[in-house]
């Protein structure tokens, strides 16, 4: 492997803390590709261990890993784009298809391979065996066809790489050619209004997908028409309120290189709601009117905080920056970006530059409090979580939690330690409210139906904190293979088991407020040290086995039926 691809290979193992023995080199190489792949398709999202190992579909001919990205979301699950499109109402997808090769060429049948299983895999009925993965995906895939009407864009997208050099001149190029025509021919009606493409990704290319993916989100625009505030707090560095051309806006939301809308909606809790919610109706009326002019009286606007601006004077270059307001604006914008004239639409835009946690948090809570968000749910997201990112600090040195997105960007924490919130909302939900079938679907719908449950005023921080806890201890079981990851899928579940099995006295929801549920954790918690751990995890997983459920099946995964069934099964073995 040549020498600058290897260390930028070797620091994400050390990153996400991945075993780095000789045996594991090309599994992880797998990992390291899907990884700067998907995060520069996907630059907002903070991708952890769980993402990159439900994009992998096992040993299936030619292909490593298999991607959706739907409506701006990376998706795992077939309820999840059940979810979101019942949720948006349309549907605009990509589809990605990565193969990795550790070894410093290319190779004909290697990227022929690669090409016909692309081609097989577009199929109603696939040719080819599937690994378990595999088929889940095209499940997802036929789904899609059956729902073509709702699908907007479909782009196909695929990567060959390997760690050597790509050269245009070679008939490796002709094979690749070849491949794109043949499943071009075999399947162009599919990429509605989209495109399919297949790129060679070399050691240099990598390099530079890893390089980006490792930089903040940058924003430039200019802003002309606009107010600068004064006499602002001490903590506000600067304030501005004004308007922008919707062809500045883009520069925005959009990502210039993929297309795509860019993820900045505050911490992901904020979903487009769909072309059929009430604001966004009214936004769309007046797009398709054409009444571009009175778009900036009729629209309460978008509001931006930003950690920095490096421009100066109109030029403005926004660092790691969020819209706390206008995600429905955004949208539906987007939505409309390549209507005629468009361009010339303003938006109303307010910024604020500010680095303080506090300020940040008042401003979020002030802009959204004529939205669809709650003012209890917004105090929740700001006030509660900011305690309990300051007990798991207390707690430990071995977890942290990232209750603001990319809070801990450029810190020294490995992947692997941190929680976000989309993972503290599922395992808590999963764990504590015993529904795990409902998050192992769309996280959205997950916050939607459960966001008056959670993250309450008078919650003990403590089950939060185990809820991130048992998700790291579980996963460095996974890494070191000491469970089968098999289980994976159903960890969710699992966890739900590890409680109720484990519990030093009986559980019920009104223990969340309770003093005795710190120690009810307390001692939870000992189960988890390394010398117990395995055997602890071992009774959740016999249960699973004893239930009889297909672990291997998803729409088994997001059943309640299955969430029952192993009650049922728990309740046999140990009451």
Not at 53 to 62: D, E, F, L, R
Not at 215 to 235: H, T, V
Not at 236 to 261: H, Q, R
Not at 532 to 552: H, N, P, R, W
Request: glycine share 4%; charged share 30%; proline share 2%.
């Amino acid at each position: 492997m040549e020498r600058i691809i290897k260390g930028y290979f070797n620091k994400f193992i050390e990153e996400f803390e991945y075993e780095n023995e000789e045996s594991d080199v090309s599994v992880n190489f797998e990992k390291f590709c899907a990884y700067v792949i998907l995060k520069n398709a996907l630059p907002s999202l903070n991708f952890n261990e769980e993402d990159i190992n439900n994009v992998n579909v096992g040993k299936y001919k030619g292909i490593d890993s298999i991607c959706f990205i739907v409506n701006g979301k990376l998706i795992s699950y077939l309820q999840e784009v059940e979810d979101l499109l019942s949720l948006n109402g349309y549907l605009e997808v990509s589809l990605i298809f990565i193969q990795s090769k550790t070894s410093e060429k290319f190779g004909d049948s290697e990227i022929g391979n690669f090409g016909d299983t692309v081609k097989d895999f577009l199929e109603d009925n696939s040719s080819y065996p599937q690994t378990t993965e595999a088929r889940d995906y095209h499940e997802i895939l036929l789904f899609l066809y059956d729902h073509f009407a709702e699908v907007k864009v479909l782009n196909c997208v695929g990567y060959f790489c390997t760690t050597g050099k790509w050269d245009e001149s070679t008939t490796c190029q002709t094979t690749l050619q070849k491949k794109i025509t043949e499943i071009n021919s075999a399947h162009d009606t599919k990429f509605k209004n989209g495109y399919l493409k297949i790129s060679a990704l070399g050691s240099p290319e990598l390099q530079k997908l890893y390089e980006k993916a490792y930089s903040p989100i940058i924003a430039e625009f200019d802003f002309i028409n606009k107010i600068q505030l004064s006499d602002l707090p001490q903590k506000i560095n600067d304030a501005y309120y004004g308007s922008v051309p919707f062809s500045e806006y883009k520069k925005i939301i959009i990502d210039p290189e993929t297309g795509n809308l860019r993820n900045l909606f505050y911490d992901n809790v904020r979903d487009d709601l769909g072309e059929k919610n009430p604001v966004n109706v009214e936004i769309s009326k007046t797009l398709d009117k054409g009444e571009f002019s009175t778009f900036v009286l009729l629209n309460n606007g978008v509001t931006i905080i930003a950690a920095e601006n490096k421009g100066g004077g109109n030029k403005f270059i926004l660092d790691n920056f969020q819209i706390v307001n206008g995600c429905q604006t955004s949208n539906v914008l987007y939505r409309h970006k390549d209507d005629e004239n468009i361009d010339n639409l303003r938006v109303p835009i307010k910024l604020i530059i500010t680095n303080d946690e506090d300020i940040k948090d008042k401003i979020i809570v002030a802009t959204n409090k004529q939205t669809e968000i709650k003012e209890e749910q917004l105090m929740a997201l700001s006030t509660f979580q900011k305690g309990l990112e300051k007990f798991y600090e207390s707690m430990s040195d071995e977890i942290h939690y990232e209750r603001r997105l990319n809070q801990f960007f450029g810190s020294n924490y490995k992947k692997k330690s941190i929680i976000g919130l989309r993972e503290q909302i599922k395992s808590f939900v999963a764990i504590f409210l015993e529904e795990p079938h409902l998050v192992s679907g769309y996280f959205g719908r997950t916050f939607r139906e459960k966001k008056d449950y959670i993250f309450l005023e008078k919650h003990k921080y403590d089950p939060y904190y185990f809820s991130g806890l048992i998700q790291y201890k579980f996963k460095e079981l996974l890494n070191k293979k000491e469970i089968d990851r098999k289980y994976n899928k159903a960890r969710y579940h699992v966890f739900m088991l590890f409680r109720k099995i484990h519990e030093p006295f009986e559980f019920n929801t009104s223990l969340l407020q309770q003093k005795k549920m710190s120690d009810y954790i307390e001692e939870l918690s000992k189960l988890l040290d390394v010398s117990i751990i395995k055997t602890s995890f071992v009774k959740a997983l016999e249960v699973v086995d004893k239930s009889g459920i297909d672990i291997d099946n998803q729409k088994e995964i997001y059943k309640k039926s299955t969430t029952n069934t192993l009650l049922d099964t728990y309740k046999e073995t140990y009451k």
